[in-house]
């Protein structure tokens, strides 16, 4: 069985508040982005395996979040042993949620091969719990997303005379650890402008109003995405923004 998993990108990122479990509660939409994609394959085998080809990656497979996902529904629903294949088209560190798509894909792709007949709702469980935002990929549609990215309600959002575009700066790598260690702490709980309301706006009024918080900290240190974003403006672009934590940058374009 073979799927693609795509990215995401972020539309908007306010980090409201730091959690008692040390994580941070935040508001953003989750957006998929299918020009850009891994490939996955996973077949029946006699005992677990993990190939990885494409972009290299920082971890060695037996990390991998596909593995892991194999791991927790193995010990839920004692499935048999695989061999994963993945093929990496997605930059990893970027703020585009490759790795969370993986698993979510190997969520979904296992559930269908073995029968499981979970829901969508029960996949999206299991998935929140690799990670933050793996749950999103589950039913991969733009979603408003609050708590630590597991909180999903859909959004409609119609970018249907839009393309979007996603780059990233060469060399250029930020540690989710060092873009929240960059954080105005002094903004938190302070009111901001709802993103579902500002993202109904035309695109073309998007720009200074949708904000990502990461930028105020990442940019000075990192003046290459900065410039990168400037640049999609430069090329045409009715909104541009860094994702997540970064690195990467997209900009939507008018077709």
Known sequence: MIAFPN????????VVGQRPDGYHD??????????????????ESSELQMQQEGIALDSAPADNLCLRA?????EEFAIPAVSIRL??????????????????????????MFSLCLTEGRLEQLAARLGAD??????NRPAYATGIGERLDPFDLDLEGFRTEVALPPE????????????????????????????????????????????????????????????????????????????????????
Request: glycine share 10%; hydrophobic share 40%; net charge neutral.
């Open 172 to 255: 250029e790598h930020v540690s989710t650890r060092e873009a929240y260690a960059g954080l105005d702490r002094g903004r938190f709980g302070q009111p901001r402008p709802d993103l579902r309301q500002a993202a109904r706006l035309p695109v073309e009024q998007w720009r200074g109003l949708i904000v990502n918080d990461f930028e105020a900290s990442v940019f000075p240190a990192h003046p290459a995405i900065a410039q990168l974003k400037e640049e999609m403006y430069r090329h045409g672009a009715a909104y541009a923004s860094m994702s997540g934590s970064g690195a990467a940058v997209y900009g939507i374009f008018p077709r």
């Open 26 to 43: 935040i508001e953003t939409l989750f957006l998929p982005v299918h020009s850009l994609r891994d490939e996955l394959e996973i077949s």
């Open 87 to 112: 093929k990496k088209g997605i930059p990893f560190g970027a703020g585009l949620g490759g790795g969370s798509s993986d698993a979510a894909f190997t969520l979904k792709m296992l559930n269908e």
């Open 7 to 14: 990215c995401k990108i972020n539309l908007g990122l306010h």
């Open 134 to 139: 793996c749950a999103f990929f589950v039913r």
């Open 70 to 74: 194999w791991q927790l529904l193995h």
